[in-house]
């Protein structure tokens, strides 16, 4: 962890800060990759950050499987590295909408 000031900040006061908030942190030295590999996540779903569709457009024809699975795991991937400014408005006000 990295933990930086800007301006006239004393040394002595952020290191008395993060001592303080930041005491309950792990110490265990488990990496991410041995967490996920003893219990792996399940989706459960994240409607509003995907975007919503219309289930009466879209079938599930064996066709065209492929594509939806791409177009499935590259909003995944983009919403795990690159959460635009635009997508968290979107989500947003997709959340405040009364379905």
Not at 61 to 85: H, N, Q, T, W
Request: hydrophobic share 40%; proline share 4%.
């Amino acid at each position: 962890m990295v933990i930086f000031a800007a301006r006239a900040v004393k040394h002595e006061d952020i290191v008395g800060l993060v001592k303080r908030l930041f005491t309950k942190l792990s110490t265990d030295p488990t990496t991410a990759s041995q967490l996920v590999a003893k219990e792996p996540t399940i989706f459960t779903g994240s409607k509003s950050m995907l975007g919503s569709w219309n289930k009466n457009l879209g079938s599930g024809k064996p066709d065209c499987l492929d594509d939806l699975a791409y177009a499935i795991m590259y909003e995944m991937s983009k919403l795990s590295y690159r959460v635009s400014e635009a997508d968290v408005t979107r989500a947003r006000n997709q959340l405040k909408l009364p379905y």
